[in-house]
């Protein structure tokens, strides 16, 4: 893999004519070491935001030892590249095979659900073993995110009885799990959540050993500046140290977002100008289908050693495809004269950008480069790493 100290770097020594994506291993191990050592309970790597080997790696390196798969090919995928990790297979519904194999091959033991089929499934594909960990997936509101995750999975509070005492009768340990949307954008997200989760146990009058508040920790982008981490993680353990249950349970949490948004960026160049729209050679089907699908913005900056004092105005960008879907609104604020030939670094896109590329119009491959400067937005500045000259990270307060 080429390695080099900047994004600018790379766009002044290569001149690359297709995009690359840019990845900061330090940026992810930093928000690793952040969730292992500041979040009060155990982080589980939610695989789906971004499924880099890579990145696996990396964060594993940091401390995260726990991964949220949500496939059994994520199951394959981690359990190839990390094979002392503990897997969690978190989706609510899944084919019966894929629980035979995660069970039987993969060592799974660790499995969400939220109907009374789904737990008929796994007890029956597990040939009813008694080692399970079953979290109850809980439906709760996403007001508080950019993404609502409320409509698709999780059992109404009205419901949830007789399904917890159903599972408590075949778990080793059971949880109670919950999603509270992507990007949430106030720790009250989660606490109105944990409230559920409390009317929940008293309902069934259960005893809960896992609570597991899910994902939606956000990451930084223009206009959407959330409060700082540590908010976060202070609602939620007091939130969690409330609800009743055992000392001994355990608390979780499935960051995915929050861990990967900052390990990698996308270096463009310009192909054409037609006034404020700028026509890139990447878009809506390669790393920017947030961008075009959801109007999501990503902080942006034009790469010329130069200084440029032009003032920035508001372009929107269009892919390389034929399609005229293939547009990104933004706005995307840019110096006034940038033109076809330059270079364009979009930051933030560790998650699910390369996750959601495709191949249409063969615009779907890009190189891979390592840089050593820094993300262009980040949750964790305070919290920098300082590699030494023998290679042994240190952290600088």
Not at 270 to 277: A, P, Q, S, T
């Amino acid at each position: 893999m080429y390695k080099h100290h900047s994004a600018l770097g790379v766009a002044l020594s290569l001149k690359p004519a297709a995009p690359v994506t840019l990845i900061r291993p330090q940026a992810a191990a930093r928000a690793a070491r952040f969730f292992s050592q500041k979040f009060p309970g155990r982080s589980l790597y939610a695989v789906k935001a971004n499924p880099s080997p890579e990145l696996l790696r990396t964060l594993w390196s940091a401390g995260i030892t726990h991964y949220d798969v949500a496939s059994v090919a994520e199951v394959r995928l981690v359990a190839r590249t990390l094979p002392q990790a503990k897997l969690c297979f978190m989706h609510p519904v899944k084919a019966e095979e894929a629980i035979r194999e995660a069970y039987f091959q993969h060592g799974v033991r660790t499995f969400s659900l939220d109907s009374l089929e789904e737990l008929e499934k796994i007890v029956r594909a597990t040939s009813g073993a008694e080692d399970l960990e079953l979290c109850v997936r809980l439906r709760v509101s996403s007001e508080h995110s950019k993404l609502s995750l409320a409509s698709k999975f999780g059992c109404d509070l009205a419901d949830a009885k007789e399904l917890l005492m159903a599972t408590r009768q075949v778990a080793d340990a059971l949880g109670i799990c919950f999603h509270v949307g992507s990007q949430a954008m106030t720790p009250q997200a989660y606490t109105q959540a944990i409230e559920r989760v409390r009317a929940a146990i008293v309902d069934a009058s259960v005893t809960v050993d896992i609570v597991d508040v899910g994902g939606g920790f956000p990451s930084t982008y223009p206009g959407m500046e959330p409060p700082p981490l540590h908010d976060y993680f202070r609602a939620i353990h007091r939130a969690f140290e409330s609800l009743p249950i055992s000392y001994s349970a355990e608390l979780w949490c499935e960051p995915g977002r929050a861990l990967s948004a900052e390990f990698s960026s996308l270096l463009v160049r310009v192909e054409k100008r037609r006034g404020n729209e700028l026509f890139i050679n990447d878009g809506a089907y390669g790393a920017l289908f947030d961008a075009a699908h959801l109007g999501w913005r990503f902080p942006v900056q034009l790469l010329r050693p130069e200084a440029n004092e032009a003032d920035l105005v508001a372009f929107s960008f269009y892919g390389p495809t034929c399609d005229d879907m293939d547009h990104m609104a933004g706005p995307f604020h840019l110096p006034a004269d940038v033109k076809a030939g330059d270079y364009i670094e979009i930051g933030m896109l560790g998650a699910y950008g390369s996750a959601m590329r495709t191949d249409f119009n063969g615009f779907g491959t890009d190189a891979l480069c390592e840089v050593a400067d820094e993300p262009m937005a980040s949750l964790y500045r305070d919290e920098a790493v300082v590699p030494s000259q023998s290679n042994v990270v240190q952290l600088r307060r």
